[in-house]
C-alpha cells in the first residue's frame, strides 16, 4: 500500500499568541520547533521513505519541512513549494486577536468565521502585494472561506499529489490547519456540517495508506 503523511506545522507565534494568520509569514515558536523535531522522529521510527515533500510558500511550513526531512535523514527529497497549500486567507481579520474579535462579534460569529465551511470572513479593501507571488501571476486573496481554500487545493491534489500516490511513491505534505481540514474533508469524505468538528493538532503526522485506487485502508496519527 502507498501511504500519504500530512502534518501541520509546529506552533506558529500566532498560534501561540492567538491571532488570526492567513497569508502573513510568522515563524515558529520554540515549542514550534521542538514539536517539529519530534515529528521528524516519529517519521523516522516508522522507517517511512517519501519520494516528495509538498509544502506552502509560508514559512512556519517552510521550517517544519527542513526540520522534519533533517530528522528523518531525507533532507535529499525533492520538494515543491505551493500557494495552493497556503493557510486559508482570513481577510480583516488578519493580525487581529481572537479573543478581541470574539468578544465583540459574539460566539456564534466568531465560531462561523473560524469553523463554518461556507461563511467568508470580513474582507480586505483590496489585496496585499507579495513578490513571492508575482512570478506566478497569483494575486494574494482579500479573504476565503474555506470551501474556497478547498477549491483552490483540489487541482494540486489532483495534478501533484494524487499521480504520484498512484504511481505508488508515498508522499509527505507539511501545510496548515485549514488546508489539511480541507483535503482531510476530502479523503475522509467529511460532509461540509461536520467540517466544523475537525481540528488538526500541530507536529502531530498524520499517516494514511492507501490501495492501489486510492480508497483509504487504515489511518493513523504519530503521537
Do not use: C
Amino acid at each position: 500500500m502507498v501511504k500519504l503523511v500530512i502534518l501541520r506545522h509546529g506552533e506558529s507565534q500566532a498560534n501561540r499568541d492567538g491571532v488570526f494568520t492567513g497569508w502573513s509569514d510568522v515563524p515558529l515558536t520554540e515549542r514550534g520547533i521542538a514539536q517539529a523535531h519530534q515529528a521528524g522522529r516519529a517519521i523516522k521510527q516508522t522507517g517511512l521513505q517519501f519520494d516528495h515533500l509538498h509544502t506552502s510558500m509560508l514559512k512556519r511550513a517552510i521550517m517544519t519541512a527542513n526540520i522534519v526531512l533533517a530528522e528523518a535523514d531525507q533532507l535529499y527529497i525533492p520538494v515543491t513549494k505551493s500557494w495552493r497549500l497556503n493557510e486559508r486567507h482570513y481577510g480583516a481579520l488578519r493580525g487581529k486577536k481572537k479573543a478581541a474579535v470574539k468578544a465583540k462579534v459574539g460566539e456564534k460569529q466568531f465560531k462561523l468565521w473560524r469553523r463554518s465551511y461556507h461563511t467568508v470572513p470580513p474582507l480586505l479593501d483590496k489585496p496585499d502585494q507579495d513578490r513571492r507571488y508575482e512570478p506566478l501571476g497569483v494575486t494574494e486573496p482579500k479573504g476565503e472561506s474555506l470551501e474556497m481554500a478547498y477549491d483552490r487545493l483540489m487541482p494540486y491534489w489532483q495534478d501533484q499529489i494524487a499521480p504520484r500516490l498512484l504511481d505508488g511513491h508515498n508522499q509527505l505534505v507539511v501545510a496548515h490547519g485549514s488546508t489539511l481540514r480541507a483535503l482531510i474533508k476530502y479523503i475522509d469524505r467529511i460532509s461540509d456540517s461536520d467540517i466544523d468538528h475537525l481540528e488538526v493538532p500541530n507536529g502531530i503526522p498524520i499517516v494514511y495508506d492507501f490501495d492501489g485506487q486510492l480508497n483509504v485502508q487504515h489511518k493513523k496519527t504519530l503521537d
